[in-house]
């Protein structure tokens, strides 16, 4: 029977009994354990002080991946855009930010749009795509005014 997780609660109250030195060890413990959250303890101690790097180094890596995805068959190509869009959800979660979440997943749209062979032919590619603006769009209306009106002008770019 596998170990049973307690709450964030428990943690934190269990973390506070801990020394700042054992709470470095479990860190880099955890850091081993698993590649996200090594990532996600890069991205807090290193990336989460400056935002826009963080967001213009996962735009990079967004620009690789879709240069690397299969076309052979829209089966591949509809597989490696929703890996792609799996990495880009997972970057946003690292950052708990709204603005960075918006602006990465309207990149991610943006290059959608433009991939070359056309989402337009593949059903369910348009799909996923309109499903995602839908989503965007409601992010958005969480947001100040002033940022609503610059996204939303991309979204209006995005669909013509």
């Known amino acids: 029977?596998?170990?049973?997780?307690?709450?964030?609660?428990?943690l934190k109250q269990e973390l506070n009994t801990h020394s700042s030195e054992e709470i470095k060890e479990l860190c880099l413990r955890l850091a081993r354990f698993k590649k996200e959250n090594k990532e996600l303890l890069t991205y807090l101690l290193f990336e989460s002080s400056y935002e826009e790097g963080y967001i213009e180094s996962v735009k990079e890596e967004i620009d690789?991946?879709?240069e690397r995805v299969n076309t052979k068959s829209p089966y591949f190509t509809r597989k490696s855009m929703r890996a792609i869009l799996k990495n880009t959800r997972k970057y946003t979660r690292?950052?708990?930010n709204k603005e960075t979440e918006v602006e990465?997943?309207?990149y991610f749209c943006t290059k959608m749009k433009n991939f070359?062979?056309?989402i337009k032919h593949n059903k369910?590619?348009?799909?996923?795509?309109?499903?995602?603006?839908e989503s965007i769009q409601k992010k958005i209306s969480a947001l100040h005014e002033d940022l609503q009106l610059d996204y939303e002008m991309e979204?209006?770019?995005l669909l013509s």
Not at 1 to 10: G, L, S
């Open 116 to 118: 070359k062979p056309s």
């Open 124 to 133: 369910r590619l348009k799909s996923l795509f309109d499903n995602l603006i």
């Open 1 to 10: 029977m596998p170990m049973k997780a307690v709450t964030i609660r428990e």
């Open 94 to 96: 690292y950052s708990k």
């Open 155 to 157: 979204i209006d770019t």
């Open 104 to 106: 990465l997943l309207i």
């Open 64 to 66: 690789g991946q879709f």
